[in-house]
């Protein structure tokens, strides 16, 4: 089992940037493609971005593709997510995700169904 700790969130300006950090604990890191999702109140929890165990592939949704951007550092068993020109559509629960890579493709990496480990989440709050 792994253990997930996001960190980072707050309350921005639109037009401004937050950058998210997921830390992970009790497993080799390497040994999961990691996502986002977010969940707005009143809305389901939706994939946000996502990237695999080596950090070669990334995806995003279509609402954040170009201003977020994904990375992971597996040495420090942390996964990012740098937020740029924040919308206030963008105003939700962060949750980062695990999936672990002998049971999950990346092709399902857009699907919750894929991961099997959650943190608590992080609010994230833009303002107009």
């Known amino acids: 089992q792994v253990q997930l700790v996001e960190s980072g969130g707050g309350l921005v300006q639109a037009g401004g940037s937050l950058r998210l950090s997921c830390a992970g604990s009790?497993?080799?890191?390497?040994?999961?493609?990691m996502g986002w999702f977010r969940q707005a109140p009143g809305k389901e929890r939706e994939f946000v971005s996502a990237?695999?165990?080596?950090?070669?592939?990334?995806y995003y949704a279509d609402s954040v593709k170009g201003r977020f951007t994904i990375s992971r550092d597996n040495a420090k068993n942390t996964v990012y997510l740098q937020m740029n020109s924040l919308k206030p559509e963008d105003t939700a629960v962060y949750y980062c995700?695990?999936?672990?890579?002998?049971?999950?493709?990346?092709?399902?990496?857009?699907?919750?169904?894929?991961?099997?480990?959650w943190g608590q989440g992080t609010q994230v709050t833009v303002s107009s």
């Open positions: 990237i695999s165990w080596s950090g070669v592939r990334t």
């Open positions: 009790g497993r080799t890191f390497s040994n999961y493609h």
């Open positions: 995700a695990a999936a672990p890579i002998t049971r999950t493709l990346v092709d399902d990496l857009r699907q919750a169904r894929g991961y099997f480990y």
